[in-house]
T-cell receptor
Framework: EPEVTQTPSHQVTQMGQEVILRCVPI?????FYWYRQILGQKVEFLVS????????KSEIFDDQFSVERPDGSNFTLKIRSTKLEDSAMYFC?????????????FGSGTQLSVL | DQQVKQNSPSLSVQEGRISILNCDYT??????FLWYKKYPAEGPTFLIS?????DKNEDGRFTVFLNKSAKHLSLHIVPSQPGDSAVYFC??????????FGTGTSLTVIP
């Protein structure tokens, strides 16, 4: 069964450093998402991406965050200057179409720890 | 704002019995609801869904019930198995837009 893959599984960084989280969505999917889950809290939407542009973003997704689909397979989330509160599990997800009955497929996540 | 709420952070059930996980939502415009299951160190995996035109959807041991007037949905697992032990998230969306997730309920099925 096709799956969404994320690398690395764990990322440790110093506060103020830039990090790039990588995702390879399912190959025929067109819609891509980043979610995150701070330990003990809910899974939060960050951003959705379609046709090489952001289609929706949350308040969390401020100027420190950016997404990119640099080639036909990768989907990246960049945090320019990490803060302690960015420590979380970041999940990439993809979907085949933008429809009411669409379900998302999630990757296994990248645990980001900002020290 | 917490548009989707799972008020029980944990639940323990004996193997073979029914597990009932509950979820409440505040946005009456939500029209699609899903349950995801998450094991430690893994991403959420889709379990079952229901659209707002239905009040019940069944898939094997898993049944989701939707009560639109109460803005409440529940997931029933019958019979519960030890392998069902995981964190269960409910999620809701409106017209195919972003999904809002609850905080999750950790289910432990005791052999």
């Amino acid at each position: 069964e096709p799956e969404v893959t994320q690398t690395p599984s764990h990322q440790v960084t110093q506060m103020g450093q830039e990090v790039i989280l990588r995702c390879v969505p399912i190959s025929n999917h067109l819609y891509f998402y980043w979610y995150r889950q701070i330990l003990g809290q809910k899974v939060e939407f960050l951003v959705s991406f379609y046709n090489n542009e952001i289609s929706e973003k949350s308040e969390i997704f401020d100027d420190q965050f950016s997404v990119e689909r640099p080639d036909g397979s990768n989907f990246t989330l960049k945090i320019r200057s990490t803060k302690l509160e960015d420590s979380a599990m970041y999940f990439c997800a993809s979907g085949h179409r933008f429809a009411t009955n669409e379900k998302l497929f999630f990757g296994s996540g990248t645990q980001l720890s900002v020290l | 704002d917490q548009q989707v709420k799972q008020n029980s952070p944990s639940l323990s059930v004996q193997e073979g019995r029914i597990s009932i996980l509950n979820c409440d939502y505040t946005n009456s415009m939500f029209d699609y609801f899903l349950w995801y299951k998450k094991y430690p160190a893994e991403g959420p995996t889709f379990l079952i869904s229901i659209s707002s035109i239905k009040d019940k959807n069944e898939d094997g041991r898993f049944t989701v019930f939707l009560n639109k007037s109460a803005k409440h949905l529940s997931l029933h697992i019958v019979p519960s198995q030890p392998g069902d032990s995981a964190v269960y998230f409910c999620a809701a969306s409106e017209a195919g837009n972003q999904f809002y997730f609850g905080t999750g309920t950790s289910l432990t099925v005791i052999p």
